[in-house]
């Protein structure tokens, strides 16, 4: 059962309701940006939901060295803070080295450490003297109960704002499976667990160059994870996902984001009693 709660924009990530982390995997352009953070906002409000707005200044882990990185650092979090800005939202957005911690966390409101850096502690430790929350994903090689030591890592730096995310388990090459039963058992650690439905249906390296996936997966698997309990659903999502730069083919069209959040909460709402 979750024990913290952290307070964002009205509302609590880990009080037992639904958050909603969203947004295009790369930071394609602001006003790509801008549009899709006030189509989720609207979708959320709605829904009485929490939105917290993602996008990546840098995807420094592609799989090619050839691959659209985004727009780096500085122009990455100026667009970031205009976003937030003109749509009225949190944001989140990833780090992958200690020195963009600080001038990352004097802009977004939650700072997202990469699964194959979880393990990273000089990044883990820059994350947390930032203050902020930390939302740090499981490595795909890694067991949900060594997740422990990563947020004891931010612990002993000061800072115990952290969330814990589910992103699936290598299993072979170019394959992702999903262990249902890690979520309870990050769950049981006292910090509010996230579901990251689209890199969950990744299938990383799998077109040769690049990475493929099926977003359609992510529909059972995110009302499989609700029903198992979680805090918050991550899902990246893009208007055109054959034209988007990274991660396009296990994106979620922008449109059926309103049915894919309409599912979840479906099972949420069933089994949230029974599960807190």
Same mark, same amino acid.
């Given at each position: 059962?979750?024990?913290?709660?952290?307070?964002?924009?009205?509302?609590?990530? $880990?009080?037992?309701?639904? &958050?909603?982390? &969203? $947004?295009?995997?790369? @930071?394609?352009?602001?006003?790509?940006?801008?549009?899709?953070?006030?189509?989720?906002?609207?979708?959320? *409000?709605?829904? =009485?939901?929490?939105?917290?707005?993602?996008?990546?200044?840098?995807?420094?882990?592609?799989?090619?060295?050839?691959?659209? !990185?985004? #727009?780096? +650092?500085?122009?990455?979090? %100026?667009? @970031?803070?205009?976003?937030?800005? +003109?749509?009225?939202?949190?944001?989140?957005? /990833?780090?992958?080295?200690?020195?963009?911690? &600080?001038?990352?966390?004097?802009?977004?409101?939650?700072?997202?450490? #990469? &699964?194959?850096?979880?393990?990273?502690?000089?990044? +883990?430790?820059?994350?947390?003297?930032?203050?902020?929350?930390?939302?740090?994903?499981?490595?795909?090689?890694?067991?949900? %109960?060594?997740?422990?030591?990563?947020?004891?890592?931010?612990? %002993?730096?000061?800072?115990?704002?952290?969330?814990?995310? *589910?992103?699936?388990?290598?299993?072979?090459?170019?394959?992702?499976?999903?262990?249902?039963?890690?979520?309870?058992?990050? !769950? %049981?650690?006292?910090?509010?667990?996230?579901? /990251?439905?689209?890199?969950?249906?990744?299938?990383?390296?799998? +077109?040769?160059?690049?990475?493929?996936?099926?977003?359609?997966?992510?529909?059972?698997?995110?009302?499989?994870?609700?029903?198992?309990?979680?805090?918050?659903?991550?899902?990246?999502?893009?208007? =055109? #996902?054959? *034209?988007?730069?990274?991660?396009?083919?296990?994106?979620?069209?922008?449109?059926?984001?309103?049915?894919?959040?309409? /599912?979840?909460?479906?099972?949420?709402?069933?089994?949230?009693?029974?599960?807190?």
């Amino acid at each position: 059962m979750s024990t913290k709660k952290y307070y964002l924009n009205g509302k609590f990530i $880990g009080d037992g309701s639904l &958050a909603v982390i &969203a $947004g295009p995997c790369s @930071l394609e352009s602001q006003e790509l940006g801008l549009r899709v953070a006030k189509y989720m906002k609207k979708l959320c *409000e709605e829904r =009485n939901l929490l939105y917290i707005f993602k996008a990546s200044f840098d995807k420094a882990n592609r799989t090619s060295v050839h691959a659209w !990185r985004g #727009p780096g +650092l500085e122009k990455g979090l %100026e667009q @970031l803070a205009e976003i937030k800005s +003109l749509a009225g939202v949190p944001v989140v957005t /990833d780090i992958h080295e200690p020195f963009q911690a &600080a001038p990352a966390g004097e802009v977004v409101d939650i700072l997202q450490i #990469p &699964a194959f850096l979880c393990r990273q502690t000089d990044l +883990l430790v820059a994350a947390a003297k930032t203050g902020k929350i930390i939302n740090i994903k499981k490595a795909q090689f890694l067991a949900p %109960e060594d997740m422990i030591y990563a947020a004891a890592k931010c612990r %002993e730096a000061g800072n115990d704002n952290v969330m814990l995310c *589910e992103r699936g388990t290598s299993m072979g090459y170019h394959r992702l499976v999903v262990d249902m039963t890690g979520l309870i058992t990050m !769950r %049981e650690f006292g910090y509010p667990v996230v579901f /990251d439905a689209t890199h969950s249906v990744q299938k990383p390296g799998g +077109l040769g160059g690049m990475s493929g996936g099926d977003y359609r997966l992510a529909f059972p698997l995110a009302r499989a994870a609700a029903g198992v309990g979680i805090d918050a659903v991550f899902a990246e999502t893009h208007p =055109n #996902p054959k *034209e988007a730069l990274s991660d396009g083919p296990n994106m979620i069209p922008l449109d059926q984001m309103g049915k894919f959040l309409d /599912d979840i909460l479906a099972v949420h709402n069933v089994t949230r009693n029974i599960i807190q």
